[in-house]
């Protein structure tokens, strides 16, 4: 293949990984995600009952425009998670993860591991924050104020994040939470990628509050810094 059509190819890739909606690429250019951002995906399973909580999850890796349905915890493996919990993917890099309306509890534990609920022994170990940063490879959980699930510490926070907390529970399904994600190499400082999420609640009508502790998680803005875009020109 000649190197000027090869370059098309992998600008045309660029060009569908960045966009914000669209159909999933006919061409798989996840290689030039230098940043991988993975969820546990939740799907129930049919047949049921009502008070049994039968799903599967797996680990998938967001694509822009692509959402995701993931709980405030699942069963994964053999083991029941806490939380909505991210994996941040990124070689050599540093990866700071934010809420920049702070209403969204970013915990991290030992290790940068997945948050079980066997882990309760150790839970007031955990770091609790609006922003963090792991290197290379972490999990970090997540529980969006208001969700009215999950695991959430507001024992360190002001009474104005308290009531924030309060006041979010009180608001419908379908509100939008934002996360912004940031890869600069350790060695330079140098940007290797910037991402945002959008989580969104979903409804349930069988709980008292219509919200389910399901969302939906979307990559909604993904770009390359310069080193990686001149490996496309």
């Not at 991988?36 to 799903?55: A, N, R, T």
């Not at 997540?142 to 002001?158: A, I």
């Not at 994040?161 to 890869?183: H, I, N, Q």
Request: aromatic share 12%; hydrophobic share 35%; charged share 25%.
């Amino acid at each position: 293949m000649k190197k000027r059509t090869l370059s098309w190819i992998l600008v045309w890739i660029f060009l569908t990984l960045t966009a914000c909606g669209g159909e999933k690429p006919a061409v798989d250019g996840s290689f030039l995600m230098p940043l991988q951002i993975g969820v546990l995906e939740y799907k129930p399973l049919p047949g049921g009952m009502p008070y049994e909580d039968k799903h599967t999850t797996s680990l998938v890796y967001l694509r822009p425009g692509e959402p995701v349905t993931v709980s405030l915890g699942c069963m994964y493996g053999e083991m029941e998670t806490i939380n909505i919990n991210f994996q941040f993917v990124c070689e050599g890099g540093n990866i700071t993860v934010a809420s920049p309306e702070e209403d969204v509890q970013i915990s991290r534990g030992d290790g940068a591991i997945l948050f079980y609920r066997d882990h309760a022994y150790k839970w007031d170990t955990r770091i609790y924050s609006f922003e963090d940063t792991i290197q290379n490879l972490g999990w970090l959980a997540f529980n969006p104020f208001g969700s009215c699930f999950g695991h959430t510490d507001l024992s360190d926070l002001s009474m104005d994040y308290v009531r924030k907390s309060l006041d979010m529970s009180e608001e419908p399904p379908g509100r939008e939470y934002f996360l912004t994600v940031s890869a600069k190499d350790f060695r330079n400082g140098r940007k290797i990628a910037d991402a945002r999420l959008k989580l969104v609640q979903m409804a349930d009508p069988e709980w008292e509050t219509g919200r389910s502790p399901l969302f939906t998680v979307e990559l909604v803005e993904y770009e390359l810094g310069d080193t990686y875009k001149m490996m496309l020109e």
